[in-house]
């Protein structure tokens, strides 16, 4: 069986562009998508960091 994500509509305030050009999610993004992903994410909620130990 394969699970697909439910993808959410972007509003404003989800995301920022940042100088480098790239799309950055903010804590209001995350917290409405609803789980961490564990890839260290710059507005985590979660207290995820990237790299240490996070059991």
């Known amino acids: 069986m394969i699970n697909f994500k439910k ?3 972007l509003e404003e305030g989800d995301y920022y ?3 480098e050009g790239y799309r950055c999610f903010t804590e209001q993004y ?3 998508r ?3 992903c564990k890839s ?3 507005h985590c909620p979660y ?3 990237k ?3 996070n059991s």
């Open 30 to 32: 995350h917290l409405k």
């Open 40 to 42: 260290g994410c710059r």
């Open 7 to 9: 993808q959410l509509p």
């Open 47 to 49: 207290g995820y960091k």
């Open 34 to 36: 609803g789980y961490c």
């Open 17 to 19: 562009i940042t100088k």
């Open 51 to 53: 790299g240490r130990d």
